[in-house]
């Protein structure tokens, strides 16, 4: 009587069981693959998600998706994967919890991005956003300008956490309204508080052309010092 299911195909798709050993290689050279390049992406691309929570997802997805229409991918060479996948994640978890430094690594650290109404620019060059993009992060908070923002940190979410200057308090900082931000240039047309439209280091200046003294940078836009409204 001929048999249902061709079992060694259906389980190892007419491989060796010395093909698991391979399995087991290629699985962990693809989780570091995926781990480096989500690691590469940064945390803007995987917001909500740490980077080694979306390899998981990632890889288990693959793992579990291929052998249910691939006539040419077998069972058991995928549940291999799943337990490769499982060690490596309590592997990970184990190390994260061992050693900070890996726990950076992996999962990212907190990042200032506005200290004191300008922006903190060592950190933000380290960081995977744009400046239009972290304005309209801003916007969305109801932020006119970066006089009102005490401090802004980027969180290892991805998400932007932002502490406030009480009114009172409330300085002239660089506007990031497009309207206003786009009023920007090299010449300073009269006196007044500008703001420089790099870093956003505002101070006193005399109409013409002036350096900023913290980035060397030449743009400059007129400050404002509206207090924001909730």
């Known amino acids: 009587m001929k048999e249902i299911f061709e079992w060694n195909r259906l389980l190892f798709n007419g491989l060796p069981e010395s093909f698991l050993l391979e399995v087991i290689f290629r699985s962990t050279i693809m989780f570091i693959v995926l781990l480096l390049t989500l690691k590469i992406a940064g945390k803007r691309g995987v917001k909500q998600l740490s980077v080694f929570e979306t390899v998981i997802i990632i890889a288990l997805g693959s793992a579990a998706g291929d052998p249910m229409f691939y006539d040419d991918v077998g069972i058991v060479p995928a549940i291999t994967v799943f337990t490769v996948i499982i060690v490596l994640y309590r592997l990970v978890t184990w190390l994260t919890g061992k050693s900070k430094k890996f726990e950076e690594f992996v999962e990212g650290k907190t990042e ?5 109404g300008e922006f903190s620019i060592t950190t933000f060059k380290k960081e995977s956003l744009a400046q239009d993009e972290f304005f309209s992060e801003l916007r969305l908070k109801s932020i006119e300008h970066l006089g009102q923002v005490r401090n802004a940190f980027m969180e290892t979410s991805g998400d932007i ?3 406030y200057y009480e009114d009172e308090n409330v ?10 931000f786009n009023r920007k240039s090299t010449i300073i047309p009269e006196d007044g508080i500008y703001s420089c439209t790099f870093c956003g280091n505002t101070e006193s200046q005399n109409a013409g052309i002036a350096t900023c003294k913290v980035c060397n940078k030449t743009e400059w836009v007129e400050a404002i010092k509206t207090i924001r409204k909730t």
């Open 161 to 163: 956490s932002v502490f």
């Open 171 to 180: 300085k002239p900082g660089l506007p990031i309204l497009p309207f206003l």
């Open 112 to 116: 200032c991005l506005i200290s004191e």
